[in-house]
């Protein structure tokens, strides 16, 4: 009996992923653990094995086919003593069932990677000579139409069922759309009126074909999003929209870290690479804040949380995530019992993940969950910013840049090296109070870096 291969859930909130490359080809013969194809997720790039033993009778998803839902077939396998050619067969007839789905669906937020607002043929030649088939709307059947062509007939009062589709199997396209604003036929029927006294519909975001129509045509490119810019947007708006974010901002004078890690630094052991001899570590300051982060944590506990709606989650760790910025968007890699680990540890442990965060080599285990996160900008210049909170933390740290500034010390003005930083809490697991305790414990480990060592 052939043995289907779907596409694999590589974590728990893949949906599709990128088919990036196959290492076998048809007629291959495999076994459990055979390295066969490589993923591209919305945040990483693994390697798939194959489970079962056979010949690769048929390669249904050719290489770099993008947005394979998750159990979709991509390969049919023939088992021992089977016929290879009828199992490819069997693979022919799932084939057109899965990739039937994507294409009867509105595609989601890339629709205008499907089809822009320039202008489409209208008819070539041979979809002139074609007879138009019908959508299969008058069969009970569901319409089939471009998310174009639905987003304009919604706009002009059209009902999109009632338009005779010239696209691929009777889909309607924009073309028919439009012909039918011309012939001023296939209205929809007037929406009831709202009766007085309703409350007003909520605001709806403009749709992209409404975006595109502000800007002159050919002033722009369309560059499509990746999985990896399609999931940041999706949880950002989830963060934003479903927790009540609280801002709290705190100054701390960094001379004494500083001090303290040019120290730490100069007492590192020598080592030989391949590159030749170099520290066993070298600190940094975003590797203390990681440490300090994760004691202040341990130090109010009830700051280390999670909210769900049923119940509080208090973790027993400090598992800290750092916010890695990478080409396409930024992954956050976590820095486990981060209170527990030495600041040399943290720092090699964290250039590692960076590293394979850039490439896309990190598993799924390394970048998800975490009880809070770290974001630093202070790289760049930038003085402070809120960060967005990252679910399912209740807190993240926005770090702004270390800079020189005047400070009022025994009524003397002194310069000190001031750094600030804001916390952005989720309201419902950490409160006002409770986050200005954690910031508290956060700022006197950061002034008292001796405090990390003990």
Not at 66 to 76: D, R, S
Not at 217 to 222: A, H, P, R, T, V
Not at 290 to 319: F, G, I, R
Request: aromatic share 2%.
């Amino acid at each position: 009996m052939p043995i289907n291969i779907t596409m694999p859930a590589l974590s728990p909130t893949m949906e599709e992923g990128n088919l990036s490359k196959w290492f076998v080809k048809e007629g291959d013969k495999v076994s459990p653990g055979d390295v066969i194809a490589e993923i591209e997720t919305d945040k990483a790039t693994m390697e798939v094995e194959a489970v079962d033993e056979g010949t690769v009778a048929k390669l249904v998803v050719p290489a770099g086919t993008e947005g394979v839902k998750v159990n979709a077939l991509i390969a049919v396998l023939a088992g021992e003593g089977e016929d290879a050619g009828a199992a490819a067969k069997s693979g022919d007839a799932a084939a057109p069932a899965k990739a039937e789905t994507p294409k009867a669906e509105a595609p989601k937020a890339d629709a205008p990677k499907a089809e822009t607002p320039k202008a489409e043929p209208v008819a070539t030649a041979s979809k002139a000579d074609a007879a138009p088939v019908a959508n299969g709307h008058a069969a009970g059947e569901r319409t089939f139409a471009s998310p174009l062509a639905r987003r304009i007939a919604k706009e002009a009062g059209v009902d999109v069922s009632a338009v005779t589709g010239t696209g691929p199997h009777g889909r309607v396209v924009k073309a028919d759309v439009d012909a039918a604003i011309a012939g001023g036929g296939a209205q929809a029927a007037p929406a009831a009126k709202a009766p007085a006294g309703a409350p007003a519909p909520a605001v709806k975001a403009m749709s992209d074909d409404q975006v595109l129509r502000l800007f002159e045509q050919g002033s722009y490119d369309l560059v499509p999003h990746d999985n990896m810019r399609k999931t940041i947007a999706r949880r950002l708006v989830e963060a934003k929209t479903t927790i009540p974010h609280f801002y709290l901002t705190l100054d701390c004078e960094l001379d004494a870290l500083l001090a303290l890690r040019t120290q730490i630094n100069a007492a590192a052991p020598v080592k030989k690479t391949d590159k030749g001899e170099a520290p066993a570590y070298k600190l940094s300051v975003n590797d203390m804040v990681v440490k300090a982060m994760a004691m202040a944590l341990k130090a109010v506990p009830d700051a280390n949380a999670s909210w769900t709606e049923s119940a509080m989650v208090k973790h027993k760790h400090a598992d800290v995530g750092v916010a890695v910025s990478i080409p396409g968007g930024l992954i956050t890699p976590i820095i486990r019992k981060a209170d527990e680990k030495t600041l040399s540890t943290i720092s090699n442990e964290m250039k590692d993940l960076a590293s394979r965060a850039r490439s896309r080599k990190l598993k799924p285990e390394e970048y998800q969950g975490g009880t809070t996160a770290v974001s630093n900008l202070g790289m760049f210049g930038i003085k402070d910013f809120a960060a967005v909170i990252n679910p399912p933390h209740a807190t993240i740290l926005a770090v702004g840049a270390g800079e020189e500034r005047a400070v009022v010390k025994n009524g003397e003005i002194k310069i000190a090296t001031v750094m600030s930083v804001t916390l952005s809490t989720d309201h419902r697991a950490v409160d006002g109070a409770l986050g200005a305790e954690l910031l508290v414990a956060f700022k006197r480990l950061i002034e008292n870096p001796m405090g990390m060592l003990v």
